[in-house]
């Protein structure tokens, strides 16, 4: 999951300023993580402890109020009773990479990334956004064979992966929908040769940055076995004590 917490970080500073070009400084000075790395290590906390994903996300989401999140998520996230709220949002997939390193079959992994999503985001589309991105990670985990990832995650979801990024860059624009991003991270991946050539495709698209190179990240650290040292090491300084400590823990215990 650390590569997906460095595609956070990487596109977090083009969020609100979009670029449509691969031609970037890799960590800005301003680069920062976002809710999306916050929900992604709450995912983490609860694999590990074997707690809930509701109590995992809202007691690591309440510590960092102001890390991004939507307007609707956050009142969700500070309500007396949060209820799932039918979400479609790529929130669902943006926090679920965790899933596809700790569990070990196809089943389970779709069945905990639904888990992961429902908490809030239990409109169809979210959970498909969440399973989709879950298998991608883990079949590129598993198999390390790009065309088994695109032709399952195509069968399975439905999902247009026949285009390149030089086909979308051009029309692509802020989508914060799981229909309108996770595809397109999809082949963000599918498009690159390293980890760094994905996450440099997601955020050229222009989007909703921070969260197309986070899903992007996760499946591209697993294909290629980790990120490398010094962009691990860049994370690991980006990251509050407590957040970097639930991270190991996690990395311990299912990624090394």
Not at 105 to 124: F, G, W
């Amino acid at each position: 999951m650390i590569g997906a917490i460095a595609g956070d970080i990487v596109g977090s500073v083009y969020e609100r300023r979009p670029i449509k070009t691969k031609n970037f400084p890799l960590f800005h000075p301003d680069c920062h993580f976002t809710d999306d790395t916050v929900l992604t290590v709450a995912v983490a906390d609860a694999i590990r402890t074997g707690g809930s994903y509701l109590r995992s996300v809202l007691e690591i989401g309440r510590c960092y109020p102001g890390s991004g999140y939507s307007g609707t998520f956050s009142r969700w996230l500070f309500s007396g009773d949060p209820q799932p709220y039918n979400s479609w949002g790529n929130g669902a997939a943006m926090r679920v990479s965790p899933v596809a390193f700790a569990f070990s079959t196809e089943n389970e992994v779709l069945h905990e990334a639904a888990e992961t999503a429902q908490i809030s985001h239990n409109h169809p589309e979210g959970i498909k956004g969440a399973q989709a991105t879950a298998l991608a990670v883990f079949l590129a985990r598993t198999s390390r064979d790009k065309h088994q990832i695109k032709q399952e995650t195509t069968r399975r979801f439905g999902y247009d992966l026949n285009r390149s990024i030089e086909e979308i860059r051009p029309r692509y624009s802020f989508d914060v929908s799981c229909q309108g991003t996770v595809p397109e991270a999809i082949i963000a991946f599918l498009d690159a040769n390293s980890y760094e050539d994905a996450v440099r495709n997601a955020v050229s698209l222009g989007g909703d940055s921070d969260t197309l190179a986070c899903i992007t990240g996760g499946i591209a650290e697993a294909f290629y076995g980790g990120v490398p040292d010094d962009i691990r090491q860049k994370v690991r300084e980006s990251l509050t004590d407590d957040l970097r400590d639930i991270a190991d823990k996690f990395c311990r215990k299912y990624t090394q």
